[in-house]
């Protein structure tokens, strides 16, 4: 038992051999028994005859472990036989992989580099994606809303012969044109200096863009590159980010607007959002601002700096930019260098010929305007816009927030050369009669304002708002409230006496040569023969600007020389509602009138020289009125916008009265004693009124010829009370009257405005109505006993009710005093002369102001005064001493001497 179950012994040379023919065995195969012959015998007989198959699996376990005790050379074998098992399984193995990657046929580092194969498959992957998704892109992405501020624009206003007055009142000083006002030199001078490819790329340049991507990748500054189609696309419809993201869409938008959108268009786009620098954006705002052109006009010189420009305004505009390298100096030299080139630039790519190139370049480099020029409102510009800005407002309903928003294109009725010509005739009359340094207390604060009506239509063709907004001006003196007008207020007296009648005369109308007493402190009646209550219910007695005594004079002759009492008297005898209707029926507004005293009739009231001047057009007319305007068409979008029709003309009063008012207002200018004679070197027909108020404290005239009315008003304001200030020693004269400077501004202003149109005279005037003798009554009986014979010494208490219809051969006395005793009188009548904005003897308490100039006034619509007349009332009493009052004083509040 124990030999049958003893191991056989192992052959000595088994061990190696067989782990040399395992380890050389196929995978997943059972060894094959050994060959050994000798061996096989000598287990077959140490198993007692029993025979055991060949290359079972016990025979390959025993070999192994033979093997494994056979020392190193067994061990290097049987390892060297696994790793080939592994190879083959790996090679197997990287056959089944998409990608080869790491490499499994590589060792080390070479594992970690790709094949060729890999990198070509991958771009082409990466490129086909990318072309796909810019395609989808291309199909989804629609071109976006433009940024509001890409087509904001200003407000461009135009002078009546069309061109360029002022762009303003908009968020950006841009005006957007059409292609056909961008000359073919611009155009040609952009495509050749920013992408000459312009008329045939797709509107990418692919190149450019790639270097941009990688600049701003690498955190490096971006660089051109970009086609006029980008830079449209990023002017009108994306911020100005430098960045990927930006970039990209750029790209995607460009290709859209490329391939859908009309060169045309996208040149007209891209012209009308770029920034030229001096504020302009858009070809027309820069035309404007560097060359005071509009932009269908420039030059290819002009078109080649402005090309230039493009390039980045801050480092070519020779003004000067931000920054220690952008100098004035720097900035020309710059410009010009650029300037040069693009002209060179025409030439290479057949955009100008060589000749064309030479001929601008010997003119050498263009000149360019004053940048304050470009879009200040210096001048008369400032009080121009505004007065258009409001009859726009007034007429379309459109509201000051609507305007802001820009993109109206107004032109209006100014005429240039007539605005021109009344600057330039105030300015002289400055320099001839006012010097602040000399007499600063007199001439300082002296303030002009003027403003001139076509008669024929009722446009303002001119004005005068003061030394300018760019001066710290901003009030309108050619539109304000507060400044009465004094005795220029007589012709409305004297038109509503020959439409109406007086109360002794209705219906029939009273002529012009009715005579009227004329002394000065006579007691002013109502119509029931009754004085007019002054002071504390004395009787009110009007003062001249003198005490001669005129006795009974026609209205004719108390208009040439101004006089005050026949006036009033004559307010009262027609009535105060017919003088208040017939100055609103011409034009004047019922808000500036002051209605609240007897010296409405002398002028308290304080309409704006718009207003005087439309309404003085109305008599030169024959009578037929229009409305004053401003503006006479709108566009918005380039559509017409209702409500600027011409005003329609009104019938005012009979054409035989305005003709006659026009006759007797003639007579102030022609005659020799006449208030206005120094209108007399105009050289051709002209009628026209003078008015001086209370104290001087302003001066007036207004005048016309068929074509033309103009009012000049003079007054002092102090700038911190607004209150008006005396003008007595203005120009180192004694006063100042309307037929003084008021008079010269007018007709240095009407010589230079009327010089190119012919002579004409007015309607020759009819006699009219009534002649009334001194008490306003029709065809007087002289009686044999006269009721009243006034002596050289009346009264102390005068009569309070004096005859109703006194002799015509009554003589008034050449001088009148009054009693110590009577209060109503000294004080009334000899001290009011002195008196502030209404003392009782010029006139009731409660009228008059002594403010004027003020900016609450202004107009809505280009002539419509919104807050006229008084504004305070107040009154101060003259001297207390007994003197008698100064021999300026018109009398009455305001009005008289003219």
Not at 271 to 278: C, E, I, K, S, V
Not at 330 to 347: C, F, G, H, M
Not at 634 to 656: I, N, S, W, Y
Not at 824 to 829: L, M, N, P, R, S
Request: glycine residues 12%; neutral net charge; proline residues 6%.
């Amino acid at each position: 038992m124990s030999e049958h179950r003893r191991k056989p012994s192992q052959p000595q040379d088994g061990g190696r051999a067989a782990a040399r023919r395992a380890a050389q065995q196929p995978a997943g195969r059972r060894a094959a028994p050994p060959r050994d012959t000798h061996s096989t015998t000598e287990m077959l007989s140490g198993s007692h005859g029993e025979e055991r198959p060949a290359g079972g699996r016990a025979e390959a376990r025993r070999a192994a472990q033979r093997g494994a005790s056979g020392g190193s050379r067994r061990r290097g074998a049987e390892q060297a036989g696994r790793g080939a098992g592994r190879g083959r399984a790996a090679a197997a193995q990287s056959d089944d992989r998409f990608l080869n990657y790491p490499r499994s046929d590589r060792d080390g580092w070479r594992r970690f580099v790709p094949s060729w194969k890999l990198v070509g498959g991958t771009c082409l992957g990466f490129f086909a994606i990318l072309v796909a998704g810019m395609g989808v892109a291309f199909a989804w992405v629609d071109k976006p809303d433009p940024q509001k501020m890409a087509e904001a624009q200003n407000n461009v206003f135009y002078w009546s012969n069309g061109t360029q007055l002022a762009a303003t009142g908009g968020e950006r000083n841009r005006q957007t044109v059409s292609i056909k006002d961008i000359p073919q030199s611009m155009q040609d001078a952009v495509i050749a200096a920013e992408n000459a490819s312009f008329e045939d790329d797709w509107g990418v340049d692919p190149m450019g863009i790639g270097r941009a991507v990688v600049n701003m990748a690498m955190g490096q500054e971006t660089q051109g590159g970009s086609t006029i189609t980008q830079q449209y696309v990023k002017n009108l419809y994306l911020d100005q980010d430098q960045t990927i993201k930006r970039k990209f869409t750029e790209l995607i938008i460009s290709l859209k607007v490329g391939a859908t959108v009309d060169k045309d268009e996208v040149m007209e786009g891209y012209l009308n959002t770029a920034y030229f620098g001096r504020d302009a954006y858009g070809i027309q705002a820069a035309s404007q601002a560097y060359f005071a052109v509009d932009s269908k006009d420039l030059s290819a010189s002009q078109s080649a700096f402005l090309a230039a420009l493009l390039k980045g305004p801050n480092l070519y505009n020779p003004d000067g930019g931000l920054g220690d390298n952008a100098s004035r100096d720097e900035n020309r030299e710059r410009a010009e260098s650029r300037w040069s080139w693009i002209l060179d630039r025409q030439v290479e790519v057949g955009r100008m010929t060589q000749a064309e190139a030479d001929k601008w370049k010997k003119l050498g480099f263009p000149t360019l305007t004053e940048s304050e020029q470009a879009t200040g409102l210096g001048g008369q510009k400032g009080y121009l816009v505004e007065t258009a800005k409001k009859y726009v407002m007034k007429q379309a309903d459109i509201t000051p927030e609507q305007l802001a928003l820009g993109g109206y294109r107004i032109y209006t009725t100014f005429d240039e050369e007539k605005v021109k010509a009344m600057e330039k005739a105030v300015n002289k009359t400055k320099k001839e009669f006012l010097d602040a340094k000399q007499r600063p207390e007199t001439d300082k604060f002296v303030q002009f304002g003027s403003a001139s009506v076509d008669v024929n239509t009722g446009a303002i063709v001119a004005l005068y708002g003061g030394d300018g907004w760019d001066k710290k001006h901003f009030t309108n003196n050619a539109d304000t409230s507060g400044v009465p007008v004094g005795s220029t207020w007589k012709p409305y007296v004297l038109a509503a006496a020959m439409q109406h009648g007086t109360y002794k005369t209705a219906p029939t109308g009273l002529s012009p040569l009715s005579k009227y007493n004329a002394n000065d402190l006579i007691v002013i009646r109502n119509q029931n023969g009754d004085p007019i209550p002054g002071k504390n219910g004395q009787p009110f007695r009007q003062k001249n600007e003198s005490d001669k005594a005129y006795g009974y004079v026609t209205l004719r002759e108390a208009m040439e020389k101004s006089i005050n009492t026949p006036f009033v008297q004559l307010g009262m005898d027609v009535g105060h509602e017919h003088v208040a209707q017939m100055a609103k029926d011409t034009g004047i507004l019922e808000q500036s009138m002051d209605q609240n005293n007897a010296s409405f009739y002398l002028g308290t009231s304080t309409p704006s020289a718009i207003r005087m001047a439309d309404s003085y057009a109305t008599f030169a007319a024959s009578g037929k009125h229009r409305e004053p305007y401003s503006v006479k068409k709108v566009l918005d979008d380039g559509q017409k916008v209702p409500g600027f029709e011409r005003p329609r003309a009104t019938r005012a009063m009979d054409p035989e009265v305005a003709d006659n008012v026009t006759d007797v207002l003639k007579n102030v200018i022609e005659s020799p004693e006449g208030t206005g004679k120094k209108a007399q070197k105009l050289g051709r027909p002209a009628a026209g009124k003078t008015g001086t108020t209370d104290k001087n404290k302003s001066a007036w005239f207004v005048g016309y010829t068929p074509q033309l009315s103009t009012a000049v008003t003079l007054f002092r304001t102090d700038p911190e009370s607004r209150k008006l200030l005396s003008m007595n020693g203005t120009g180192g004269v004694p006063s100042i009257h309307g037929g003084d400077i008021p008079a010269e501004v007018w007709t240095n202003y009407m010589i230079d405005a009327l010089k190119d149109e012919k002579i004409e005279d007015f309607p020759t005037a009819i006699p009219i109505g009534e002649k009334a003798d001194g008490t306003g009554a029709p065809s007087p009986t002289p009686s044999a006993t006269p009721s009243r014979t006034p002596s050289s010494t009346p009264s102390a208490t005068p009569s309070q009710t004096p005859s109703k219809t006194p002799s015509p051969s009554v003589t008034p006395s050449q001088t009148e005093s009054c009693d110590p005793f009577d209060w109503a009188c000294d004080d009334d009548g000899q001290n009011g002369g002195n008196g502030n904005a209404g003392t009782d003897v010029g006139g009731t308490d409660t009228g008059g102001t002594d403010t004027g100039g003020t900016d609450t006034g202004g107009t809505t619509d280009g002539g419509t005064t919104t807050d006229g007349g008084t504004t305070d009332g107040t009154t101060t009493e003259g001297e207390t001493d007994g003197k008698p009052g100064n021999g300026n004083s018109n009398g009455g509040l305001f009005g008289g001497g003219g």
